[in-house]
């Protein structure tokens, strides 16, 4: 694992490390749509989840391991008997199969959460790590809170670990407790004194509670680190983690400093960013690097003399190489479809997952009432476009409301093809049109999160709705985007309700599998 030390490897662990950022939980089908573009960004590695947290887990490490072809799909493990036959069964299949075993080794979770010394962690470590060795050729093992722990003990740990066939060493700051000097110091220490060090990948975890994920990223590559683990737009618990496309677009425009950069594809960076957003519902601030509405924007004047002048006098980079161009007028209602399918491919869409015909007839629906027709609105259009079956169907919407009298909803719906109308009031015309969605579909599940924003500027804004829904066990996210709000919140919860019956469809055909006899391992 040591050759071609001249690039660093990108670990991306939005699917499992990002979705454990509160209200960004994906299912199966979203995580298939966020790992395909994973693959088309090139990253090396693709940590699918924790195939031990949860059958669902399971599921979606499974599916990923089978989708994916060319990164390494891992999952995670503690160093538990079980932990590692699930993750072992999880990535069964893959082209490139791994584990990532982990467990604490600063004092402080040694003995408030773990309650071992430290060469029952030792022991714990090198078994994990031989059990992995048995079934797959790739193991990662993580000392969690390393940035914490002792560096003696450290050494040891990973002197040990190495010994026992690990072949990547990650050295997580799980707390963003450390600052650039100290990890950057950290790694040169350990590559220099960790016996066996030169025979493996050092890897760093950082996560920004102050604010230090990427910078300390940085720094660990300037101390020898050979993998970056990072999110797209940078999810994951509390403050998140290592933002990817900041770490890659520094390492790609500043390889003069590192000496060093990533394989990825950046022209994909941009609709791996935007398809994220889409899929948790979670917006992307305007100022954000690299992905954000205001990266490429050149408001002031003097910039933007200097711009036209050169572009070079005030950007770093160009929005192409990350796959994205500046947001003037690029359709209208008078382009074809060939020019609309084109457009799509410019920012990196994969048309196979897609219906075109059905986008193309809402982005003409929509150049109708729109004066412009933006990259973020095409997006919005073809965000929802994959593999889900229409039960439902939302027909109409008549909505009326004035000050001193309650909303009422007029909704119009097909289900399995057959119209229906009803009409209902709420304590807001959203709350209205639902309830009468509800009546309509007779299911009435639990909204359990609503958010709702204009996706351009104007007040001809398309509006982009997400909602959560649950029923039981089984809990969706649906989208809807149009320049009317309340028509945006009703085709967001009629989507919902169309991924709520293919869950339930999928879960009655996979119990009827499950009671079937099973030949084989």
């Known amino acids: 694992m040591n050759d071609d030390k001249d690039w660093v490897r990108i670990f991306d662990?939005?699917?499992?490390?990002?979705?454990?950022?509160?209200?960004?939980?994906?299912?199966?089908?979203?995580?298939?749509?966020?790992?395909?573009?994973?693959?088309?960004l090139g990253v090396d590695v693709i940590e699918a989840g924790f195939a031990a947290a949860s059958p669902g887990d399971f599921e979606s490490v499974r599916a990923v391991a089978r989708a994916v072809k060319g990164?390494?799909?891992?999952?995670?493990?503690?160093?538990?008997?079980?932990?590692?036959?699930?993750?072992?069964?999880?990535?069964?299949?893959?082209?490139?199969?791994?584990?990532?075993?982990?467990?604490?080794?600063?004092?402080?979770?040694?003995?408030?959460?773990l309650g071992m010394s430290r060469q029952e962690v030792i022991d714990a470590a090198v078994w994990a790590v031989q059990r992995c060795r048995r079934d797959v050729d790739y193991v990662e093992f993580s000392a969690e809170d390393a940035s914490r722990s002792d560096i003696e003990y450290l050494i040891r740990v990973f002197g040990e670990v190495i010994g026992a066939g690990a072949v990547v060493c990650n050295v997580p700051d799980t707390t963003g407790y450390a600052?650039?000097?100290?990890?950057?110091?950290?790694?040169?220490?350990?590559?220099?004194?960790?016996?066996?060090?030169?025979?493996?990948?050092?890897?760093?975890?950082?996560?920004?509670?102050?604010?230090?994920?990427?910078?300390?990223?940085?720094a660990a590559v300037e101390g020898g680190a050979r993998q970056v683990e990072c999110t797209i737009n940078g999810i994951g618990e509390r403050a998140g983690n290592t933002a990817m496309e900041e770490v890659v677009m520094a390492l790609d425009t500043r390889r003069d400093h590192f000496g060093v950069t990533s394989r990825l594809s950046t022209k994909h960076i941009y609709p791996a960013s935007k398809t994220l957003s889409k899929v948790v519902g979670v917006s992307i601030a305007p100022t954000k690097p690299v992905v954000g509405a205001n990266a490429?924007?050149?408001?002031?004047?003097?910039?933007?003399?200097?711009?036209?002048?050169?572009?070079?006098?005030?950007?770093?980079?160009?929005?192409?190489?990350?796959?994205?161009?500046?947001?003037?007028?690029?359709?209208?209602?008078h382009s074809g479809r060939h020019a609309f399918a084109d457009r799509l491919l410019d920012l990196g869409i994969d048309l196979t997952h897609i219906d075109v015909n059905d986008a193309f007839a809402k982005f003409k629906v929509l150049a109708d009432k729109k004066k412009e027709i933006y990259d973020e609105d095409l997006f919005a259009i073809v965000a929802e476009e994959h593999e889900v079956d229409q039960r439902f169907?939302?027909?109409?919407?008549?909505?009326?409301?004035?000050?001193n009298g309650g909303p009422q909803a007029v909704v119009t719906l097909a289900v399995g093809g057959v119209e229906s109308r009803r009409?209902?009031?709420?304590?807001?015309?959203?709350?209205?049109?639902?309830?009468?969605?509800?009546?309509?579909?007779?299911?009435?599940?639990?909204?359990?999160?609503?958010?709702?924003?204009g996706i351009t500027g104007g007040t001809d804004a398309i509006g982009?709705?997400?909602?959560?829904?649950?029923?039981?066990?089984?809990?969706?996210?649906?989208?809807?985007?149009?320049?009317?709000?309340?028509?945006?919140?009703?085709?967001?919860?009629?989507?919902?309700?169309?991924?709520?019956?293919?869950?339930?469809?999928?879960s009655i055909s996979d119990d009827a599998r499950t009671a079937a006899p099973v030949v084989g391992p």
């Open 179 to 218: 600052v650039p000097a100290q990890i950057r110091e950290l790694f040169r220490t350990l590559r220099a004194r960790t016996p066996g060090g030169d025979r493996v990948v050092w890897s760093t975890h950082c996560h920004n509670d102050l604010g230090l994920a990427v910078a300390n990223s940085l």
């Open 13 to 40: 662990t939005t699917l499992r490390d990002g979705e454990q950022s509160p209200g960004c939980t994906m299912n199966v089908d979203e995580k298939l749509v966020v790992a395909r573009q994973l693959e088309a």
């Open 296 to 333: 490429f924007s050149h408001e002031a004047g003097i910039h933007q003399d200097g711009v036209l002048k050169n572009v070079l006098t005030y950007e770093i980079m160009r929005p192409e190489s990350v796959g994205r161009l500046s947001n003037s007028l690029v359709l209208g209602k």
């Open 393 to 403: 169907e939302l027909r109409n919407v008549e909505v009326e409301s004035t000050l």
């Open 71 to 113: 990164p390494v799909v891992l999952s995670l493990a503690r160093t538990r008997e079980a932990d590692i036959e699930r993750a072992l069964a999880a990535v069964d299949g893959a082209d490139k199969p791994g584990v990532h075993v982990f467990i604490a080794t600063s004092d402080l979770h040694l003995e408030h959460k």
């Open 423 to 453: 009409s209902a009031g709420g304590d807001g015309m959203v709350d209205a049109c639902f309830r009468a969605i509800k009546e309509l579909a007779g299911i009435d599940p639990t909204l359990e999160s609503y958010q709702v924003k």
């Open 464 to 506: 982009d709705v997400s909602c959560f829904i649950r029923v039981g066990d089984i809990g969706v996210r649906g989208h809807g985007a149009h320049t009317d709000v309340v028509m945006a919140s009703a085709l967001a919860f009629v989507d919902a309700l169309n991924r709520l019956e293919n869950r339930r469809a999928r």
